[in-house]
């Protein structure tokens, strides 16, 4: 349990983290929450020459309303997700999502940038993230530039970060009114993990006809997706109990589920429908204005 | 685990089967091999690094071909071990030609133990298959510059 050597920095700028990780490349990793980083050196499975510690950089853990986004700085923990009133009126589905990641100390350590830069394939956020169509900045030294959510997850442990960029910050777009989301989970009960995962989003006019629809799954496959026949069994039709459970079925439709000690294929398909359907039941309650 | 499935590699069954029996070409083709070394017939020492993100390790082991049949069939056999774990599989090839093209379908088992296997068990089916994957994709493109 203890990790093999390493060289440990503390930049106090980002700009100083951004140097650090420009020069290592890819002998380097870069610290946040620790939560995903620190068992895997523990074990020996990773072991990586260079660790930039970039939790004690000032300014990079907030949460506010910007233009007509919700920006979240990449250092915000996941308890401060969950308790976030503004998250909570504005963007349920994100705060919801937030509270069902791991377990106390992992939410009071975990940071929302340093889970999707991780990007195991059970985590809570990459579902969410997708169905909410966020988007990613990311600084290096020469500049920013943003990665759209669907950009973003590669492959397991994958995402578009190249060595030398850092994630700083999530860009949420605020639901309009009359929309709805929530996200539903099967937990691993040992390790917290999602066996499934679903994240949706409903926007629903008055007379209850939908008029968008999204849906993130993970804990299926090796990335996090949207579930696209999902999305379009719903659009445009008239909300009902029956739609939203028949929808719910094509939820794992052409993908071909994990398999492992915890569930079978088969399961999981089944637990993404089930899981899917709830999700989109509670976002649609949220939609219509009714508590859920 | 059981890992089947299928893969179209674009050349006759017959350059295939010379690839698959070329250790020097076949090394480049097995992810993170670093070493492939001949050890008596159809049986090679290997050295491998497999990295997945953050996560990697080294793995000591050979490789081993039983059942040849030219063009047409084949048993390989891997047995490795390492810092992290040990793994051991074996798989039955086939081939088969297809529209100018061959079909390879491949059925096998593999175990992997030991720290690995604790820790990332929900995460080595999927690494498994991407490195299968991996493989067949860069046959594909091995065949496909050998033969253009």
Redesign the interface.
């Known amino acids: 349990m203890i990790p093999a050597p390493f060289e440990y920095h503390a930049p106090k700028t980002l700009e100083e983290a951004l140097r650090l990780v420009e020069r290592h490349g890819d002998e380097a990793k870069i610290l946040a929450g620790g939560h995903s980083l620190l068992p895997l050196m523990k074990l020996r499975l990773a072991t990586p020459r260079f660790i930039v510690d970039i939790g004690r950089l000032r300014g990079m853990s907030y949460i506010r309303e910007e233009g007509g986004h919700i920006v979240i700085g990449a250092l915000t923990t996941h308890v401060e997700v969950e308790h976030s009133e503004l998250l909570q009126k504005k963007c349920a589905v994100l705060a919801e999502t937030a509270g069902n990641i791991g377990d106390v100390q992992v939410r009071n350590r975990g940071t929302i940038g340093g889970s999707l830069a991780h990007a195991d394939p059970a985590a809570d956020y990459p579902a969410t993230i997708l169905a909410l169509d966020a988007e990613m900045v990311v600084a290096s030294s020469s500049g920013t530039r943003t990665i759209p959510a669907r950009d973003f997850f590669v492959d397991m442990l994958t995402t578009q970060l190249r060595p030398g960029e850092i994630l700083t910050q999530v860009r949420v777009p605020i639901l309009p009114p009359r929309a709805g989301s929530a996200y539903c989970k099967l937990h691993q009960p040992a390790s917290g993990f999602a066996i499934v995962g679903a994240a949706a989003r409903l926007d629903v006019e008055r007379s209850w006809k939908i008029t968008a629809a999204a849906v993130g799954l993970t804990g299926l496959s090796p990335k996090a997706f949207r579930a696209a026949a999902v999305e379009k069994a719903l659009v445009g039709k008239k909300a009902s109990e029956k739609l939203l459970a028949d929808a719910a079925r094509h939820a794992a439709q052409g993908i071909e589920p994990l398999a492992d000690l915890h569930a079978s294929a088969e399961y999981r398909r089944e637990m993404a429908s089930v899981f899917t359907r709830r999700a989109l039941e509670r976002a649609l309650a949220r939609a219509l204005g009714k508590s859920a | 685990m059981k890992l089947s499935g299928s893969y179209i590699l674009p050349a006759t069954p017959e350059q295939v089967w010379a690839l698959l029996n070329d250790p020097v070409r076949l090394a480049k083709l097995l992810p993170g091999c670093e070493r492939l070394d001949a050890d008596g017939t159809d049986r090679w020492k290997a050295a491998v690094k497999f990295a997945?993100?953050?996560?990697?390790?080294k793995y000591a082991g050979s490789l081993q071909i039983t059942e040849k049949k030219p063009p047409k069939s084949l048993r390989i056999h891997i047995d490795g071990k390492g810092?992290?774990g040990f793994m051991k599989g074996e798989g039955l090839l086939e081939l088969a030609a297809k529209h100018g093209e061959t079909e390879v379908k491949y059925s096998g088992e593999a175990q992997v133990g030991g720290?690995?296997a604790a820790?990332?068990?929900?995460?080595?089916?999927?690494?498994a298959?991407?490195i299968v994957q991996q493989f067949f994709e860069g046959a594909a493109k091995e065949l496909k510059a050998s033969s253009g």
Request: proline share 5%; glycine share 10%.
């Open positions: 997945i993100a953050a996560i990697s390790g810092v992290p720290m690995v820790v990332g068990q929900r995460m080595i089916e999927m690494a298959r991407k």
